[in-house]
């Protein structure tokens, strides 16, 4: 949390409403709450992941999936979601996740 306090620039109660609020999301499993850097662009949560992140819950995934699905290559898209959400193309990204649920 420090860190991503620092990359924000924002104080940790607004950092902490970020996350409650969906629009970053992150995981435990290193022991250590991480959110991964790409989620981050020029010191602000990617405007197009909170749409995204609430899909994929509601879909029934957990912070853990959520991650790795965005990170992880997707042959429909071509590259991975998150790569596909930086280009601008989060119709895409959504109509794919939405297929999931």
């Known amino acids: 949390m420090p860190d991503l306090v620092e990359v924000l620039g ?13 629009y970053l999301v992150g ?3 290193s022991g250590v709450f991480a959110v991964p850097s790409v989620f ?3 010191g602000q949560p990617l405007s197009s992941l909170r749409g995204t992140i609430i899909v994929l819950q509601d879909a029934g995934f957990s912070d853990d999936e959520l991650i790795d699905w965005l990170l992880a290559e997707d042959e429909t898209l071509g590259r991975s979601p ?3 959400l930086l280009a601008g193309h989060k119709s895409e990204v959504r109509r794919l996740a ?3 649920a």
């Open 10 to 22: 924002e104080p940790l109660g607004r950092v902490r409403r970020l996350i409650d609020e969906h």
């Open 27 to 29: 995981s435990r499993r």
């Open 40 to 42: 981050i662009v020029d």
């Open 82 to 84: 998150i790569a596909s």
């Open 98 to 100: 939405r297929t999931l």
